[in-house]
């Protein structure tokens, strides 16, 4: 009877270890430094298109601007270009500009 016991306790311990998930740990992705141009893009383009009717289509074009033009964003929410030509200078491919 013992044997049987001990042999039905092996095999069950077996059973329950091949369902358990077999974890790694990874470590977390190290957060953008808050000088880096991503950062500094996300913060200017969320002011310039904090009044825009589609401000997540006005977030992605003006990130890509911004990076473009290495973090000038002009001021306000719209309008003052001339503060930084290279961004006023992007067009899409209709002609018409591409940074909001």
């Given at each position: 009877?013992?044997?049987v016991?001990?042999?039905?306790?092996?095999?069950?311990?077996?059973?329950?270890?091949?369902?358990?998930?077999?974890?790694?740990?990874?470590?977390?992705?190290?957060?953008?430094?808050?000088?880096?141009?991503?950062?500094?893009?996300?913060?200017?383009?969320?002011?310039?298109?904090?009044?825009?009717?589609?401000?997540?289509?006005?977030?992605?074009?003006?990130?890509?601007?911004?990076?473009?033009?290495?973090?000038?964003?002009?001021?306000?929410?719209?309008?003052?270009?001339?503060e930084?030509?290279?961004?006023?200078?992007?067009?899409?491919?209709?002609?018409?500009?591409?940074?909001?």
């Amino acid at each position: 009877m013992k044997v049987v016991f001990a042999t039905l306790l092996l095999v069950s311990l077996l059973l329950s270890s091949s369902f358990l998930e077999i974890t790694t740990a990874y470590p977390a992705p190290a957060p953008a430094p808050i000088d880096s141009l991503e950062f500094v893009c996300v913060i200017k383009c969320n002011e310039r298109c904090s009044k825009a009717g589609e401000h997540k289509r006005c977030m992605e074009y003006c990130k890509i601007c911004c990076e473009d033009c290495n973090a000038c964003v002009p001021s306000g929410t719209s309008g003052n270009k001339l503060e930084c030509p290279c961004y006023a200078k992007k067009l899409n491919s209709k002609g018409g500009p591409k940074c909001p």
